[in-house]
C-alpha cells in the first residue's frame, strides 16, 4: 500500500511514501505514547505501571552496572543447558520409539503417562531433590522441553513415508544410511515443531522456576527489585523475557530454514 | 521450458545402437516356475510360469488388481512366492539383487536431496560422474542442483529413470510409471525408454494399462488374468515403429479382446 500526498495543484510539493512497512507499528507507539502522557499527568501512578520513559531510564542504569547482562547471561544458561538436555532426550527417545517397534511397546506408554504430569506441579518435589541451586531450574526446563521434542519426534519418524523407505530396499540402502537419508530428513519438520514447542516451553518454565527460587537470573533480578517497589526494573525484566523468547524464535525459524530448504514451500522460491 | 520436455536428443529416430550414453551392462534372463501367491486366502497368482530372455522388452497388461505389481514386486524381490520360484540369469532370485531395479507409478524421489543426489542415491564409488552421466542420458544435467519439488512430473519420473541408469541394471522393472502423466509427457518418456533400452541393453518389464503403449514399446505383450498368463503376444513389427499402424491396430485390438474377454 501506499500513501501518496501531493499539493492541491500537484507542481511544488509532491511525495511519495511507503507507508506499509510502517502501518503494523502505528498502534503500539500511540499506546506507548499514550502511556507516556498518561504518567505524566499523574493519571497512571509509579506503583501500579511506571512510565515508558522510567522503563527505559531503568534499562540503561542495569545496562551500565552490567548487572542486565549478568542476570541475562545467567537465565540463558539455564534455558540453553535445560533445553540442550531435555530436548537431546527427547530427540533420542522419539527416534528410538519411532523405529523400534520393541522400544516402542516398552516405552510409549510410560512416557505418555509421564507427559499428563504438568512438570511445574513437581516443584516442590525439584526443590527438594536438587535445593534452589542450578540443577532444579535445569531439571525443570529439561523435563518440560523433553515432552513436546519426543512427541513430535516419535510421530515424524512413525510417519516416514514407505513408498521411499521402499525405494531405500530397491537400492540396497544400508540400514544406516535408510536412518540419515530417508527417515530422519523426513522427520524433521516434525522435529522442528517439537523445538518450537519446546522453545516456548522453555522459557516459560524459566520464568517460573526464577521466580519461585533463585539468585541470579531475570527472574531473581524482577522479584528482588518487586521487594523495593522498584516496578520499572520489574518491567525491564518482562521485556528481557520478551526479547529473549523473539531471539529464540528467530533462531528457530533459521534453523526450519536450513533444515527444510527442500520443503515445497521453500524450494519454489529458489526459481523465483 | 519446452526446450528440456522436448529435448531433441530423446526422439528415437537418432538412437543408433553405437551411441552409449551410459555403459552398457549385461541383461538379465528370468524364469518362473508355477508361481503361487496369495494375500489373505485371496488367491492372485496361480501356477504362473513365464520366460523372459535376455535384452527384451516385455510388457504385461492386466485389469485392475489381477496380480501386475505382485509379480513385478516378485521379479524385483520385494514379494516372495508362497510356491514356485523365480530365477535370474540361472539362480534363485532371493531378496533383492543389485542387478534389479524398479521404477514405480510415483518417482519417489527424496525432496530433501537434489536431482543430483537423487540420481546418485546409492552413493558408490564416483557417484557424481555416474548420476551426472546419467542425468544427461535423460536430458536433465542442468537441472542437477534443484530440489525435487520445482521439477514438473515428467522431469521427476526421467530423475527416477537416471537414478535406475546409475545401477547399471540388467532387469529394469517399470510398473505404470508413466501412468500419472500428460499425453504428449507420456509419449517423450516412452521414446526416452525406448531409447536408452537399445542403447544400454537391459531387459526390460513394463506394466501398463495402456494397452497401445504395451504394442509401441515391446517385443510381446502378456495379458494376466486369473492369475496366469492368458494371452502371450509377440510383437514383430520393426523399429523404430510409426505411430498408430494399421499393425499395431490389430494386435491391440488382439490384446483388448484377451483382456475383455
Ligand atoms: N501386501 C498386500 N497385502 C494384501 N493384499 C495385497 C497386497 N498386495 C497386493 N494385494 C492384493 O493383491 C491383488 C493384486 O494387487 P496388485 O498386484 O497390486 O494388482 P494390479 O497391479 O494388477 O492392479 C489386489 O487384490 C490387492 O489388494
Ligand atoms: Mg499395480
Known sequence: ?272 | MLATVMDPSVSFRDAAPADHAVPVSPAAELALRGIHKSFGGRTVLSGLDLDIARHSFVSIVGRSGEGKSTLLRMLAGLETPDAGGVNLNGKPVRGLSPDVTMMFQDARLLPWQTVLGNAGIARGQGWRREALAALAAVGLEDRANEWPAVLSGGQKQRVALARALVRHPGLLLLDEPFGALDALTRADMQRLVERLWRQTGFTAVLVTHDVAEAVALSDRVLVLRGGRIALDLPVDLPRPRPRASADAAALEATILNALLG
Open chain 1, 1 to 272: 500500500m501506499s500513501l501518496s500526498l501531493s499539493a492541491p495543484h500537484g507542481v511544488a510539493l509532491r511525495w511519495r511514501f511507503n507507508a506499509a512497512p510502517l502501518l503494523p507499528w502505528l498502534v503500539p507507539a500511540a499506546l506507548i505514547l499514550a502511556w507516556q502522557i498518561g504518567s505524566d499527568a499523574g493519571w497512571i501512578t509509579r506503583r501500579t505501571l511506571p512510565s515508558p520513559l522510567s522503563i527505559a531510564n531503568a534499562i540503561a542504569a542495569l545496562a551500565w552496572s552490567g548487572e542486565l547482562f549478568h542476570h541475562a547471561a545467567i537465565s540463558l544458561q539455564r534455558a540453553v543447558l535445560g533445553f540442550v538436555i531435555g530436548g537431546t532426550l527427547g530427540l533420542g527417545f522419539g527416534v528410538l520409539n519411532g523405529i523400534s517397534p520393541l522400544a516402542s511397546r516398552l516405552l510409549d506408554t510410560t512416557l505418555q503417562m509421564l507427559r499428563t504430569i504438568p512438570h511445574l506441579a513437581i516443584i516442590p518435589m525439584v526443590i527438594l531433590w536438587f535445593g534452589i541451586g542450578e540443577g532444579a531450574k535445569i531439571f525443570l526446563v529439561a523435563a518440560g522441553v523433553f515432552f513436546p521434542m519426543y512427541l513430535n519426534t516419535y510421530h515424524g519418524v512413525r510417519m516416514a513415508d514407505a513408498g521411499l523407505l521402499e525405494m531405500g530396499r530397491v537400492y540396497r540402502l544400508s540400514g544406516w544410511a535408510v536412518f540419515w537419508r530417508v527417515i530422519l530428513p523426513g522427520a524433521m519438520p516434525s522435529v522442528l515443531l517439537g523445538v518450537r514447542y519446546g522453545l516456548g516451553i522453555m522459557w516459560l518454565t524459566l520464568i517460573v522456576a526464577e521466580t519461585i527460587s533463585a539468585s541470579a537470573g531475570i527472574g531473581y533480578m524482577t522479584m528482588n527489585a518487586r521487594e523495593f517497589l522498584q516496578t520499572d526494573v520489574v518491567l525491564a525484566g518482562v521485556l528481557l523475557y520478551a526479547l529473549l523468547g523473539k531471539l529464540s524464535d528467530v533462531a528457530a525459524k533459521v534453523l526450519e530454514r536450513r533444515c527444510i530448504a527442500w520443503h515445497p514451500s521453500f524450494a519454489a522460491q529458489r526459481e523465483g
